[in-house]
Nanobody
Framework: QVQLVESGGGLVQAGGSLRLSCAAS????????MGWFRQAPGKERELVTT????????YYADSVKGRFTITRDNAKNTVYLQMNSLKPEDTAVYYC?????????????????WGQGTQVTVSS
């Protein structure tokens, strides 16, 4: 069983930056691909980015490519999301999620572990 706790959300002006962290419990964290999702009011949850268990493979949604970076530190059981050049349309609740496999994946159904979410609000 893996528990995920996000932190780092908040209010930022457009063009600003935030770094989200997701701390995972359990010694098997290093075996699992991880992802960040977001959900804006009235919209479906969408994948932002995903990273393989070893950190060598990443995938980004087109909307965040070039602005967001996902990394992980398996020694600290933590995955990060660095968000730069934030836009008002990035406003959402951001969720950290984990799979039971090692391969980075965009498939929502592959994610079985979820954090509680952290609010990111970007003002114009």
């Amino acid at each position: 069983q893996v528990q995920l706790v996000e932190s780092g959300g908040g209010l930022v002006q457009a063009g600003g930056s935030l770094r989200l962290s997701c701390a995972a419990s359990g010694r098997t964290f290093r075996n699992y691909a991880m992802g960040w999702f977001r959900q804006a009011p009235g919209k479906e949850r969408e994948l932002v980015t995903t990273i393989s268990s070893g950190g060598g493979i990443t995938y980004y949604a087109d909307s965040v490519k070039g602005r967001f970076t996902i990394t992980r530190d398996n020694a600290k059981n933590t995955v990060y999301l660095q968000m730069n050049s934030l836009k008002p349309e990035d406003t959402a609740v951001y969720y950290c999620a984990g799979t039971k496999g090692s391969a980075a994946t965009a498939r929502l159904t592959e994610y079985v572990y979820w954090g509680q979410g952290t609010q990111v609000t970007v003002s114009s």
